[in-house]
């Protein structure tokens, strides 16, 4: 039998409850890694820990706010006492941070940026702290991919929080790389083009949204599946001479 490429590996994935996080988490699983489930909503979690069980995969479900920094490390122990050592960071909790500027309360300002920007920043030192203790980042099986986004490039109308959030994210991919670089910690970004979940369906069943469907170049939404081989490639020895990198993958959305 082929081994699978992650075998052995031990991956977190935040916001795995919904959307791609979960998709993220399977495919993980498919690839050998044992996974740790993140996110709010524990029965969520717990009904995705149990379809990669009946699957053949290992996984576990770790309650974790990442808007509370102050847990992700107890979180990240808890996932390494389950599973073992983690070499494979996927920092992707978001929130949609909606609100024009003229309305946004400074309240939800800040809770976008705690999320989809501080989360991601201590996740990622919480994570790498613990990939170079373990000697898993010497091995050179370290990585962190950031879950960023077209809006990090690009000016998508009616929320400027979500779009500096994940401009940020980006900064701080590139940040993270150059201080790790020696550690041979990758740390990586994807920026996704729009794909349906639960952080934009309402949006798309509007006539605002199914116009903005329309504009796309392909004149339509992407899958969620459009984004795993790149992914994978980030997760494992694709990105054995990548760090720093922000990818893009958008079926041309914002070409
Ligand atoms: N869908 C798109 O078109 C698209 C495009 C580009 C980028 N993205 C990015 O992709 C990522 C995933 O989004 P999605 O589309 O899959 O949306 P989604 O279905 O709404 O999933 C968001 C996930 O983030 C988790 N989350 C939110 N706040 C959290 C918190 N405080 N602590 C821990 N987890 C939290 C949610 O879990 P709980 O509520 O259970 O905590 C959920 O699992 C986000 O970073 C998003 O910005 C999405």
Do not use: H
């Not at 409850?17 to 890694?33: P, T, Y």
């Not at 990669?52 to 992700?72: T, W």
């Not at 389950?82 to 494979?88: N, W």
């Amino acid at each position: 039998m082929q081994t699978k490429m992650l075998a052995g590996q031990v991956a977190v994935v935040t916001g795995a409850s919904s959307g791609l996080g979960v998709r993220f988490a399977k495919i993980l699983s498919e690839a050998g890694a044992s996974v740790a489930l993140m996110a709010r909503r524990t029965d969520r979690l717990d009904a995705v820990v149990a379809e990669i069980k009946a699957a053949g995969g290992q996984a576990v479900a770790i309650p974790l706010d990442v808007a509370n920094a102050a847990a992700i490390g107890p979180a990240l122990d808890e996932a390494q006492a389950a599973l073992g050592p983690i070499s494979i960071l996927i920092n992707n909790a978001g929130v949609a941070g909606e609100g024009r500027a003229l309305d946004i309360s400074i309240e939800d300002w800040d809770a976008t940026f705690a999320v989809n920007t501080r989360g991601v920043f201590f996740a990622a030192r919480e994570a790498a702290a613990r990939m170079i203790a373990s000697g898993v980042a010497e091995a050179g099986k370290a990585r962190i991919v950031n879950i960023a986004s077209i809006a990090g490039m690009n000016v998508l109308p009616g929320v400027p929080a979500y779009c500096a959030s994940k401009a940020a994210v980006i900064s701080i991919t590139k940040s993270l790389s150059r201080e790790w670089a020696r550690k041979l910690i990758a740390v990586n970004a994807l920026c996704p083009g729009f794909i349906e979940t639960a952080i934009n369906e309402e949006w798309f069943k509007t006539e605002g949204g199914k116009r903005q469907v329309q504009s796309f170049p392909r004149r339509r939404l992407m899958l969620d599946s459009d984004l795993d081989a790149v992914f994978m490639a980030l997760c494992g020895p694709g990105a054995n001479g990548m760090t720093g990198s922000v990818i893009t993958i958008d079926d041309g959305q914002y070409v």
